[in-house]
């Protein structure tokens, strides 16, 4: 079965800084995508950023970057200019391929981390 | 375009009542899977519903089921519950089989149990 660990259940930064939250999965499998999503106090899960683990480069949204380290298992999102909008609780999560967006199967998730952001 | 719409959002039961939860998809999509988030287990996959058909199920009792209607719109349903259903329950869609999007969530129904 995959698993996905978050190490930081807690992580603060301050306004305007970087931060890198950690992440690291286990699979047997090779093909698969990586999800990091942002819940908000709104409890709405809203998908910050995807990585198909076939893809050598890694993935990049605006302000949001990762960190795929294959090999490794590992897969870090760094938070450029923190802004106090992007605290909220921040899940890791895996699919296989197959199943594109997390669909059949389901995605296993992390068990989160919070984001504070200081002022 | 309208979001994941869930209803109702919040919901008090009693242990040994059942409960049913809706989720409308976005227009469109054909698939909807469910979520239960606690505090101590996190995020666990319930099942997934594609063209009215369940495809997949995670490993909870069969207390937890659900259907999907022609529409897309989904419901699943908890009978005989118990305290540790207490729980936000998500519901997210995609446009289905063999495509590469991403779920969509909505805002979840918060389940209390007493």
């Known amino acids: 079965a995959q698993t996905v660990t978050q190490s930081q259940p807690e992580m603060s930064v301050q306004e305007a800084e970087t931060v890198t939250l950690s992440c690291t999965y286990d699979t047997s499998e090779s093909d698969y995508y990586l999800f990091w999503y942002k819940q908000p106090p709104s409890r709405q899960m809203i998908l910050v950023i995807r990585q198909e683990a076939y893809k050598q480069q890694n993935a990049t949204e605006n302000r949001f970057s990762v960190n795929f380290q294959k090999a490794a298992k590992s897969f870090s999102l760094k938070i450029s200019d923190s802004q106090l909008g992007d605290a909220a609780m921040y899940f890791c999560?895996?699919?296989?391929?197959?199943?594109?967006?997390?669909?059949?199967?389901?995605?296993?998730f992390g068990k989160g981390t919070h984001l504070i952001i200081q002022p | 375009k309208a979001g994941v719409t869930q209803t109702p959002r919040y919901l008090i039961k009693t242990r040994g009542q059942q409960v049913t939860l809706s989720c409308s998809p976005i227009?469109?999509?054909?698939?909807v899977s469910w979520y239960q988030q606690t505090p101590g287990q996190g995020l666990q996959f319930l099942f997934e519903y594609f063209s009215e058909t369940q495809r997949n199920k995670g490993n909870f009792p069969g207390r937890f089921s659900g259907r999907q209607f022609s529409n897309s719109r989904s419901e699943m349903n908890v009978s005989t519950l118990e305290l540790g259903d207490s729980a936000l329950y998500l519901c997210a869609s995609s446009l289905g089989q063999g495509d590469r999007s991403p779920l969509h969530f909505g805002n979840g129904t918060r389940l209390t149990v007493t």
């Open positions: 227009s469109g999509h054909r698939s």
């Open positions: 999560a895996y699919s296989l391929l197959k199943n594109s967006g997390g669909g059949a199967d389901g995605l296993t």
